[in-house]
């Protein structure tokens, strides 16, 4: 839903980054419309100082029409900005009133991020906050049936010579 969501407002390339100790850390990552990149192996944390975790740490979001004052705001905690980006603009995504994440969403031409557009960009953080949480009931339900299925197992199965007996939850 994140990516055509933000493909739709015509961005290129979208990203949701999480709290971490360190900072944050990069949920999700993707690009479209024909650009090409390197793909991201593993989680990549990103410093305190960098514009995901001021948006997770304030609640307020940044807009950019142009990409190269984001990088003058943020000197030393973002790499310089890929050349494809005019525009980027970083929102909270919020849970009730606590921000639990970032959405940031670049794009290839100057966008003036209108009302209309920052409207839509606070609705899709939105969504993305209710599947997050979705997300994190789903692994708390799932952890707890493999915590009581784990218990209903015998520890040990009765020894029977001629039968090779095994047990495990399906």
Known sequence: AVDSGLAALGAVAGWVAVPSPDGVELLHEDWWGGETRQPTAGRRQFPPQHPFAYVV???????Y???DLLTRRFPDGLAPIPSVFSSIAVV???LGPVTVGALAAGFAHRATFSTEDRSYLAA???VTARSM???RRYEEAHEAAQTLQ???LPRMLP???WLPLHARYI
Do not use: H, K, M, Y
């Not at 740490?57 to 807009?63: C, F, I, N």
């Open 57 to 63: 740490r304030t609640g307020r979001p940044l807009w």
């Open 124 to 126: 899709l953080a939105a």
């Open 133 to 135: 949480e979705r997300a």
């Open 150 to 152: 784990q218990s209903l």
């Open 159 to 161: 020894r029977v010579p």
């Open 65 to 67: 029409p142009d990409a």
């Open 92 to 94: 909270p995504i919020n």
